[in-house]
């Protein structure tokens, strides 16, 4: 999973409804003809009623004589609890001859089911999550929507459920569609027909792995390495194309393919990309992983702010194919819904990943070796929010209880201590071996079938490495609570790394806390409160509109260049011009005059520049005689091409 925060609020679709009784019966003799043990699941997306959809099952045999039906608390790579249950309304239980069972609720997300053995089939209603008046929003990549006529979100896991000890049994899901309808996913339809699919699927596990949009399709199809890759984009206003993600998505996934050792462990992969024009309820965007495919929730703004946005997501989102996928625990294999235990590699699920993510680019040319080396100093920068002394394997474990707010550090630190890692194997190895060798070595050993045993793991590492001074590493950074070698380990690489230092700046007047963009993308300074000294001297006022820098128009493209260039090259001696839009004041003699209209007048603020001393943090220098040793190890671990 993967997010960025944003801003609440989102539509209503509401529409009555008649019954479709002929599709139901339809499916109930198709049902029945068929004489395999599955689940049998059919839902009509004609028939939206109050914002909800029906869902119909037909169960498979059951001899018990109570079961309890479960629709999941809990969903693979969200860490967190999203209580599906909710969103069930209208639960009812019939045996064979129509007649209703008792069902008894027992808590959110368990329905208890009386004289089961005669249970023939079951209806309930759900509500979607993403514009739901219940509260308690849940990160929309692993919600549902349902947008009458314009889209449907199908998170299968808020559709649909399981019996107790019965996740292993086969899925049929039936979907009756609008005939322009078309349902992205990674699922290979058993059946499509116009208004009509359906999907076959081995048990709940894999059911739950594999979200499906429904909607009027905008798809590309890329072929990277043997395996179709789907590109579907929902763009209400049409703002950005599946063919313009995909064209920017080609390059970073062939350099994963290349990463990955040339060839992918799949066949087929799913992008399905939601873009909303409305702000995000979960206060969050971003995406969630499965298997084969990846759900986005973005906005829909210009394409060009959204590219890099989405070449880093769809990066990271797509390396989970290695992990979890095809390297986890019995944890995540034998995911339980209702009462799930948690893993404690969330440092290799999350934080490898998002690591490979930046990695892969900086490997094969597509991120300079600078700016590869920034996206390191958020990183150091973002985790020194979390609580560093807590080991990662404990944090892991208990991310859905006492260490929750420390989740987001999986991102951070977790990147961070893939980074150190892969340092060390790289040096270990005079630069013949990293970490990516090392989780490709992995894929191996388990699988997408085969787990590992929590406690085993980091033995197996050292095993399959060859390096027992790999333990040492997972015991004291990972395991225990020492903090991150950084400085000896930068130093492998021929870089000084410290955590703070004074340094010699020119300032602007730190305005850059301040800024933020209005709705014509002015950049707007909006608070004064960090203006240092230099800052004052100039005269900001808060609201003002920064127009020009040294006559240069401030916009979105010049901003980087403006804002960052000039403190980097200006020298004492220089003048800084900024020009602003200020509110004109009311004159002072009249007092009766105001400024409703909010008349701007244009304003020249202009001083003299000042060096003056500031801490920055995490600062790399290069060394200034870097040993051979220390050369050979920085290659390998930024140039790809020099590794084999
Ligand atoms: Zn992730």
């Not at 992983?289 to 759900?295: D, I, N, V």
């Not at 040492?472 to 070698?485: D, R």
């Not at 014509?520 to 608070?527: A, C, G, H, K, R």
Request: aromatic residues 12%; contains cysteine; hydrophobic residues 35%.
């Amino acid at each position: 999973m993967n997010n960025f925060s944003f801003i609440p609020e989102l539509f209503s679709a509401k529409k009555s409804f008649i019954i479709c009784c002929f599709f139901v019966a339809a499916f109930f003799t198709k049902g029945i003809a068929q004489k395999e043990n599955a689940y049998f699941f059919s839902v009509d997306l004609n028939e939206v009623k109050d914002d909800q959809l029906r869902v119909n099952l037909l169960v498979p045999k059951i001899k018990a004589k109570t079961i309890v039906y479960n629709i999941p608390k809990i969903v693979p790579g969200t860490y967190s609890i999203s209580d599906f249950g909710r969103f069930i309304t209208d639960f009812k239980a019939y045996d064979k001859k129509g007649k209703e069972l008792v069902v008894n609720k027992l808590d959110e997300n368990r329905w208890e089911i009386q004289k089961s053995n005669k249970l023939k089939r079951i209806s309930y209603w759900v509500e979607d999550t993403w514009d739901t008046e219940k509260g308690n929003f849940i990160f929309e990549p692993a919600g549902t929507n349902i947008e009458e006529k314009k889209s449907f979100v199908i998170n299968t896991f808020g559709f649909f459920g399981y019996f107790d000890d019965m996740k292993l049994i086969p899925y049929k899901l039936t979907f009756e569609k609008p005939e322009d309808f078309y349902g992205s996913t990674a699922l290979i339809a058993e059946k499509s027909e116009p208004g009509f699919d359906t999907y076959s699927i081995d048990s709940y596990v894999d059911l739950a792995d594999s979200p499906i949009m429904y909607n009027v399709p905008d798809t590309t199809i890329l072929k990277v390495g043997g395996a179709d890759v789907l590109v579907s984009v929902y763009s209400p206003n049409q703002k950005l194309t599946s063919e313009y993600v995909g064209e920017n998505i080609a390059e970073i996934l062939e350099a994963q393919r290349k990463y990955l050792g040339g060839t992918l462990p799949i066949k087929k992969y799913a992008f399905i990309i939601y873009l909303t024009d409305k702000p995000s309820k979960s206060g969050m965007m971003g995406a969630l992983e499965h298997s084969y495919s990846s759900l986005y929730f973005l906005p829909e703004i210009d394409p060009k702010y959204l590219t890099q946005s989405i070449r880093d997501i769809a990066a990271h989102e797509f390396f989970h194919i290695v992990t979890p996928l095809n390297i986890h625990s019995e944890e995540i294999q034998y995911f339980d819904f209702i009462e799930p235990k948690m893993s404690k590699h969330l440092w290799m699920y999350e934080g490898v990943t998002e690591y490979f993510a930046n990695h892969v680019q900086v490997s094969y040319g597509l991120l300079p070796p600078e700016e590869f080396i920034e996206t390191i100093r958020t990183k150091l920068n973002q985790a020194s929010a979390f609580n560093d002394t807590v080991p990662f394997t404990i944090m892991s474990e208990q991310v859905l209880g006492k260490y929750e707010d420390q989740y987001g550090n999986v991102y951070e630190k977790g990147a961070l201590i893939g980074l150190c890692l892969d340092i060390r194997l790289r040096e270990l190895s005079e630069g013949k071996y990293g970490l990516r060798n090392m989780m490709l070595d992995l894929s191996k050993v388990y699988g997408k079938s085969k787990a590992f045993k929590d406690d085993e793991l980091f033995d197996k590492i050292v095993e399959i490495t060859g390096f027992p001074e790999i333990r040492a590493f997972f015991t004291k950074y990972v395991e225990g609570s020492e903090p991150l070698p950084l400085k000896e380990y930068f130093a492998k690489v021929g870089f000084i790394y410290k955590e703070e230092a004074k340094i010699n700046e020119i300032s602007m007047g730190n305005i850059l806390s301040g800024l933020a963009l209005d709705k014509d993308s002015n950049f707007v300074l909006q608070e004064v409160e960090n203006l240092d000294d230099f800052g004052k001297k100039m005269g900001y006022q808060q609201g003002d509109i920064i127009t020009k820098i040294n006559g240069d128009t401030l916009t979105l493209e010049t901003a980087r260049e403006l804002l960052m260039g000039f403190p980097a090259e200006a020298k004492a001696g220089d003048t800084l011009t900024v020009e602003v839009l200020r509110l004109k004041e009311p004159m002072e003699e009249d007092e009766e005059e105001t400024n409703e209209n909010g008349e701007k007048v244009l304003v020249v603020l202009q001083e003299p520049v000042e060096v003056t001393e500031k801490t920055e943090y995490h600062i790399f220098e290069g060394m200034e005689n870097p040993t051979e040793e220390q050369i050979k190890v920085l290659r390998s671990w930024l140039f790809a091409e020099e590794e084999e």
